[in-house]
């Protein structure tokens, strides 16, 4: 009996000590994959611009997943849109690679920084920072260059189908689907095809045909087909943007359609205000009152910004309890709508169940051109505004001043380009 219970416990440790060691090796294996897509990722990145996806043992469609992927991130951070352009260039001696006449001249056209590889056989793909309107511009100098260089083809032949984000989509597939759909509209009077932005807050109104030949009553297979593809790619996009609380752009998609709209409010030179407003004692009312009753309030308030705001004026959601607002104003006309929405805030009651609740609102406001030229600056000045407020229990509207506002010490503040919830 003595020998007994040791024995036992030594059969114990040494199963212990076997499953440890798998453990641990399959920790390891878990790791080192990781390491190796982490490194087959860069891998394909340095080596994508320069080498065709046969050589470096990947498919083309794989090299364009990781070059979307990159500028979907790096845009998405910075803030800022870019265009997928499909170049399609017919009847060629050779298939396309990545050191072939058509990528070459491309790449010779194109900025540095803009992205060059394969589609298909005849096709390449640009990527480029850029705004729609400032894509077109280049692309029209590459397309001229391209015939320039392409002797071979015929003039007029050469099809480009763009899309560009976020406005026609968040995620690459959706991105190229459109850049497809504009690629097959091309016509020699018409080489390149950027398809219309849908104003998806816009109510769309169809009327119905009237078909006087009976004969033309159903409409194919096919083209239900595509209107049932179309439907559900806006469809996907709202829901991608739009806050389903409140029914304003979502806090991931606020950075990126409120710099777009900057930067050409910048372009056409025209005045522009940021409203930064955070709601007050909302975290009181989720304590006493339920989450839900915080949440009516939320939607209550986004209501009677969307009544009275114009049309054009894009409301966002930001952080849990505050909004965003980008309005094509000047900062005497920013402080009359920055007074309005206060008073009408406050003034307002928000029915949540049977319970009838009010609210304030904090508001710092930071115009351009006075006090910054980019959406960035705008938003630290009228977030100081806010934690200037805050510090000093003011529940008001306040425009930034900076011989005030910079003198309070700041609270870590995330730029608006990083906002990525």
Known sequence: MQLYFPTIAAQIDLVTGVGGVIAAVLLSFVLITLVASYYRFQNIVLQAENTNPEDMGAAAEEILRVQLAR????????????S?????????SY????????????????????????????TAVLLLESEPEDGITILSRILQSLENDLTETASGAIRVGMASYPGHGLSGKDLIQVAEEGLEQTSADEQIILPEIV????????????DEDAGNEEQSDADQGEKEQSSSWKDRRKSSMLDELTGVLKPSAVSAYMQRTMSELRRKKESAA???????????????????????????????????????????????FAYLVLAQCSLAEAEIIGKRITTLVQNSIFVSGNKKLRTTITLGVATHPEHGRNLHYLYLAGQKVLNHSRANDIR???????EIHDKVPTKPMKSIKSIQN
């Not at 001249?105 to 920084?113: D, F, H, L, T």
């Not at 104003?199 to 009237?210: F, G, I, K, Q, R």
């Open 95 to 122: 298939t396309m690679g990545i050191d072939t006449p058509v990528i070459s001249s491309i790449k010779n056209a194109a900025r540095r920084n803009d992205v060059s590889c394969v589609f298909d056989e005849s």
């Open 274 to 320: 940021l409203f930064c407003i955070g709601l007050n004692n909302m975290d009181h009312i989720a304590r006493f009152h339920g989450e839900a009753a915080a949440d009516d309030v939320m939607a209550g308030v986004s209501k009677v910004l969307q009544d009275n705001l114009r049309a054009d004026d894009l409301i966002g959601r930001h952080e849990k």
């Open 396 to 402: 008001a509207y306040a425009v930034y001043d900076p």
């Open 199 to 210: 104003d998806l807050d816009a109510e769309e109104e169809e009327e119905p045909a009237v």
């Open 71 to 82: 500028y979907l991130a790096g845009c998405a951070r910075r803030g800022t849109s870019f």
């Open 84 to 92: 997928v352009a499909l170049i399609r260039v017919p009847d060629l």
